[in-house]
């Protein structure tokens, strides 16, 4: 009986041990299943949220687990980042913030070109779109903030030398300040440029340039500052000329208004970029575009006078024609859309490029894209240039051929179809024409000079002295139209009779005769 009832006691001690083991491995088991997706879930802890890169990767990570233990990776590796220390420089969105991309508006890369010293982009065919992220950063972490951005651009590679980025493999975002946030290849750090310029190819893949050495200015201020100080001498000249052209009856005529116009558009011209460099005014948008307009203006209004020039040798003064008022009107009129729509063509197409207006005054063209933000301003001036200096050629002929009627009016041998030549406007208009190929001469020399610091890559005390020349325009054009024209009798007269003109007998007698007509 005793026997019988250890038996049971045995029994009952078995079963009770072999459920409390059973009970213990299945927890333990259960405790090592946690543990294990525990470290699976930090180890791929990359943000708060997700981000969605430039390069179509989905997400990344920027820190990585060795931990052996569950409370030391807690400890390294916090769920999100803010738990990490914040870095203290952090992106923050501007008016100024641009996203900078290498080629102009509606144009692409151009990476696989046969000849690479051609240019680097070319006629788009895909549109240029990156994504834009707002992001705080941490040591090590990146929390985005999905706040949706938009950046104007900055048009123009500013490196010298440069690092290649391909987002079939490399991982980069721009950042809402405009800078490009890189992620390394290890995932573990990224770096952050201000620097760099992007764009796509024919393909649809993204490029990205960082400056390994960046495009750095190549004239002091102070050498900035000395050129802008000529051009503002220059101004009081150019305003000289244009108020005794404006202003004296016997100066108003064709050739004195457009004179007059030519030297206000170089005088606003000299006086907005001046400002800008004196005082460090940033030189893009619409300001740049104000200045290539009147400067190129400038140049339009100089071929509009050797043009009339032209037309008087070759029609006027042959067919012995006087224009009438209204048909001078009229004449005038084609002289300003001539010379305001066409700079106004240029701008437009600046703008449409996103490209910057201000001219190649100050600039040199280190770089490519430096020498692509002239396409509108430095060709189109030499161009102009040229069928200045050719029209001047072909009035020069004209003088030739028309020379026989100043001959016939001075020998007093000339017939009835003769009688009527104008010699005294002969006379003018070789006086002007000379003047006009004066100034012809001085600046075509200043704006060889002008390509000459533009396209050399030294920083050398001539190239001052180039720009010198350019600031100094207006003097030129004062001592050519004032002094070597021989207006002081005309001026001087004006100045004199202002207010102190003394009525004669005859004057007074006139003036009788027209009171009692009335």
Not at 91 to 111: Q, T, V
Not at 421 to 441: P, R, W
Request: aromatic share 12%; charged share 15%; with cysteine.
């Amino acid at each position: 009986m005793s026997f019988y009832y250890l038996q049971e006691i045995v029994m009952v001690y078995l079963a009770t041990y072999s459920s409390f083991v059973l009970s213990f491995a299945q927890t333990t088991d259960q405790y090592n299943l946690n543990t294990l997706s525990n470290n699976e879930s930090i180890d791929n802890v990359t943000s708060t949220e997700s981000l969605e890169p430039i390069s179509g990767v989905k997400s990344f990570s920027t820190v990585s687990s060795t931990s052996t233990s569950v409370a030391s990776v807690n400890t390294a590796l916090p769920a999100d980042c803010s738990q990490r220390e914040k870095n203290r420089g952090q992106p923050i969105a501007k008016s100024s913030s641009r996203l900078r991309k290498c080629c102009p508006l509606g144009e692409n890369l151009d990476i696989y070109r046969e000849n690479q010293s051609d240019s680097m982009c070319d006629n788009g065919i895909l549109k240029f779109e990156p994504a834009v992220i707002s992001a705080v950063l941490f040591d090590n972490c990146i929390e985005d903030l999905e706040i949706e951005t938009i950046l104007p651009y900055d048009i123009g590679n500013p490196c010298n030398s440069s690092f290649q980025y391909d987002d079939e493999e490399d991982v980069f975002f721009v950042l809402q300040d405009g800078s490009l946030l890189i992620i390394d290849h290890d995932n573990e750090s990224y770096t952050v440029e201000k620097n760099y310029c992007l764009d796509i190819d024919k393909t649809g893949h993204l490029f990205a340039f960082t400056c390994i050495t960046q495009v750095e200015e190549q004239i002091a201020f102070a050498k900035v500052v000395m050129v802008a100080v000529l051009m503002l001498i220059s101004i009081p000249c150019l305003l000289l000329v244009s108020y005794l052209h404006l202003t004296l009856r016997l100066l108003r005529n064709l050739h004195g208004l457009s004179l007059s116009l030519m030297s206000l558009c170089l005088a606003s011209g000299y006086f907005v970029h001046s400002v800008v460099h004196i005082y460090e005014i940033p030189n893009t948008g619409f300001i740049g575009y104000v200045v290539q307009f009147f400067i190129l203006s400038y140049f339009f209004w100089y071929f509009c006078i050797c043009f009339n020039v032209l037309f008087n040798v070759w029609y006027k003064l042959p067919c012995c024609i006087q224009l009438t008022k209204t048909w001078a009107t009229i004449n005038f009129v084609c002289y300003c859309l001539i010379s305001f729509t066409g700079p106004a063509t240029l701008v437009a197409l600046t703008v449409q490029k996103g490209l910057p207006g201000m001219p190649s005054y100050f600039l040199q063209g280190l770089t490519e894209s430096i020498r692509e933000s002239q396409r509108y301003f430095i060709p189109p001036v030499s161009t102009i240039l040229i069928c200045s200096f050719l029209v001047n050629i072909i009035s020069f002929f004209g003088f030739q051929r028309i020379n026989g009627y100043s001959q016939a009016e001075k020998n007093d041998h000339a017939g009835p179809s003769d009688a009527i030549f104008d010699l005294q406007k002969y006379e003018d208009v070789k006086k002007d024409a000379k003047c006009v190929s004066l100034l012809g001469i001085i600046m075509i020399i200043s704006w060889l000079l002008e390509i000459v610091t533009f396209y050399s890559g030294s920083n050398s005390n001539y190239l001052l002295l180039c720009d010198m020349v350019n600031g100094l325009q207006g003097v030129w054009v004062l001592l050519i139209f004032l002094v070597v024209r021989r207006r002081r009798t005309i001026i001087l007269r004006w100045w004199y009779d202002r207010g102190s003109h003394k009525i004669e007998g005859t004057e007074l007698q006139e003036l009788d005769k027209n009171v009692n007509h009335i």
